[in-house]
Each structure stands twice: as C-alpha cells, then as structure tokens.
C-alpha cells in the first residue's frame, strides 16, 4: 500500500489555540477517508529523552508529583528542554544529571518512542545509562519535590507488575532493555 493510499484522514486547515513555552495545542478541521469531517486536537512539544540508569543490579527512579494525575508517580528520569535538540544523548546525558545527579561513562540509544501519539506529536528517545558516577542534581522549579531512588532490579520489576509504576515511558524503555539485552 503506498503511503497516499493509507492516509485515512486529510487536514483541511488548521488553526494555533494555545501557545506557552512548553508547548504547542493546534485544532486541525479534518477529512476522514469515508468522507466524514471532524475536528482533531494536536499537543506539539519537542523532543524528551528517558533514561534508564542501571549500575550493579540496581535501577535509578525519580517520585515526583504529577500535576494532572494528581499524585506522586514513580518513573524513569525523563524530560525534554522545550527548544529542538539536534543530540538526543546531549539531551538524555542533561536530564539525567539535572534529576538525578548521575553521570554516565556510557549512554546507549535503545530506539524511541511516540510519547501518546491519539493527542500528541512528541518523540521519547530511549537511553541506557551505565558506568554511573555521582555529582550534583540541578532539578527545574517544576522538580523541586522530586525525589531520587535507587532499587534492586527485581523490585523495579515487581512494581511494574503490581501497578506501583504506571509509566508508560517507564515500561516501555524497560521493555526496549530487556529486548535489547536478550540480543547481547
């Protein structure tokens, strides 16, 4: 099937209805291959980074307050710097440090991801950091309550599975290892 044919839905027009340093939201007025209108609503932000800090069967988390799910979530150091990156690992090697205050000897690319692409148009690239050495966190103002912790691989796995972290990114990346790993 060419690319053409399996576009499903063309943009009519669209329109900015917000703006702010982070992000973009757009309302696009589409037309779906049957012949139906609709109207569409796209988040444009830039490109983030996850890392996945791992160093003697230990795996590096951080417990921050999540704003729009309203509680405290446990997760994978991740974020974006709200401008264009042209390296993904200056990016994710910034992220680490600022959150964690972890340096890495190494950083390998695991792949990328789309973050949630039913509403939003952001790349998530996956790293491995390992060789990891201590400095400085330098956190946001939005990460003033982020807290670093550091767990077993077992029971980083044993909280995925009994729901305590529900990060998509978390488990993603997680999953992008463990596939990466078996192929070593």
């Known amino acids: 099937m060419k690319a053409a044919e399996a576009r499903a839905i063309t ?14 939201l757009r309302e696009d007025e589409i037309l779906r291959s049957n012949g139906e209108r609709g109207i569409y609503g796209v ?19 951080v417990e921050q307050f999540r704003y729009t799910i309203g509680e405290r979530a446990l997760e994978l150091p991740q974020g ?10 200056e990016l994710a090697r910034g992220e680490l440090k600022e959150e ?14 789309w973050i949630a692409y039913g509403f939003t148009r952001q790349k998530q690239h996956v790293y491995l950091a390992t060789g990891l050495t201590e ?8 990460e003033h309550d982020l807290v670093v912790r550091s767990l077993a691989v077992e029971e980083f796995e044993e909280m995925m599975l009994n729901g305590t972290i529900r990060d998509n990114g978390t488990l993603s990346a ?3 290892y463990l596939l990466w790993k078996a192929r070593q």
């Open 11 to 24: 943009t009519l027009s669209s329109r900015e209805v917000y703006r702010n340093h982070w992000m973009l």
């Open 43 to 61: 988040v444009e932000k830039e490109d983030a980074a996850i890392i996945l800090p791992i160093d003697q069967g230990r795996v590096w988390l």
């Open 80 to 89: 974006g710097w709200e401008m264009e990156v042209e390296d993904p690992e």
């Open 100 to 113: 964690t205050g972890l340096l890495a000897a190494k950083m390998t690319c695991l792949g990328w991801l």
């Open 135 to 142: 400095s400085e966190k330098a956190p946001d103002a939005e």
């Open 174 to 176: 997680w999953g992008l």
